[in-house]
């Protein structure tokens, strides 16, 4: 489970702090050739209506130089009439060190359903193409101010993306070329370090404790949010015996403890599709609380294997194929 760290978070990181000082310097240079004396043109406004068309162009694209901040509404929502001024009125206020991405769930419910949106306002984020959700319901302003902050702080330390989305650097040589700004420099995070070398002693309660001590003061925290998945799934099924779990699951297809105990071997397994396939099942074949326990159940797997795995775009839209 160590190498799903290494592939869904370290690698991922090294790759989008690459993509970002190309990004960078390509419009550096654009300003340049325009004769600008030195300043980054700016990548887009800070805040812009999103639908399904323009998605991958204004979210997953730009999020290679800014966090982009998405806020789930509609028109008939009281509490997104709340908070969706806050979010528009400290996107300018933060002159470009994230961009807002309204996307309106009753015009765009596809979008919807592959988030896993089941109540609005929810606010999600994409750096780097990775998906970090922050909150749902209305929130205050100083507490969404926090969560912003801590966004920003997670988008520098771990991807190297500094936004600044309408900003600019001096020129470099005085003759008006433009240099992208340097890497920011990533401190080694003990708790960090703690809850790895955690993992790869066995020591699951170890490293739960320390990826939940993280994500107690960043919420946001891509890696501490895999971490703890990853941990959590481990030490559910550490006692489990494979036979009797399926046994189970077998014998009764509405036992919802014994899907999710298959579910999670499934994965473990390398079963990726099979441990989704069975849960979406799941979701179709219950109700009420049964239902939302196994929905929250799968949206913890997803954590696991990660937002860019196809895998999970592909069990996303087949949950919400049975939830709508």
């Known amino acids: 489970m160590r190498g799903v760290v290494d592939l869904a978070a370290v690698k991922a990181a090294a790759e989008a702090a690459e993509k970002a000082e190309q990004a960078r310097a390509e419009r550096a240079r654009q300003a340049a050739a325009q004769g600008g004396e030195g300043a980054l043109p700016p990548v887009g406004p800070l805040v812009v209506d999103v ?4 998605f991958d162009q204004e979210v997953v694209q730009r999020s290679a130089e800014v966090p982009v901040v998405i806020d789930f ?4 929502c009281g509490p997104c009439k709340q908070l969706s001024p806050i979010l528009e009125r400290l996107a300018e206020e933060y002159g470009g060190r994230i961009v807002l991405a309204k996307i309106d769930v009753d015009a765009n419910q596809m979008l919807a359903g592959q988030f896993g949106i089941q109540g609005i306002p929810a606010v999600m ?5 990775q998906l970090v959700p922050l909150f749902q319901g209305a929130e205050s ?24 989305a309408s900003g600019g650097v001096p020129a470099g040589d005085g003759e008006g070329a433009a240099e992208a700004p340097p ?3 990533r401190p080694e995070d003990a708790l960090l370090d703690a809850a790895r070398d955690a993992l790869d002693a066995g020591d699951l309660g170890g490293a739960i404790r320390a990826y939940e001590n993280v994500l107690s003061d960043q919420p946001a925290n891509a ?27 077998a014998a009764d297809p509405k036992d919802v403890p014994a899907q999710l105990a298959a579910a999670d071997l499934d994965l473990v ?9 069975r849960l979406v099942q799941t979701v179709a074949r219950t109700a009420g609380e049964d239902r939302d326990a196994v929905r929250k159940h799968l949206l913890s797997l997803f954590e696991v294997v990660g937002d860019d795995d196809p895998r999970v775009s592909k069990a996303r839209a087949g949950l919400a194929r049975v939830l709508f």
């Open 73 to 76: 509404w509609a028109e008939w």
């Open 125 to 129: 984020a994409v750096v780097a193409g």
């Open 269 to 277: 397994g390398g079963h990726v599709e099979d441990a989704f396939d």
């Open 223 to 249: 890696e501490a949010r895999l971490g703890l998945a990853q941990a959590r799934l481990l030490e559910r099924v550490r006692d489990k015996d494979p036979q009797a779990v399926r046994e189970a699951a």
């Open 183 to 185: 890497r920011p420099a």
């Open 141 to 164: 302003e100083p507490k969404v101010r926090q969560i912003l902050d801590q966004l920003i702080q997670v988008a520098e330390q771990r991807f190297g993306i500094t936004g600044l």
């Open 51 to 54: 639908t399904e068309e323009t």
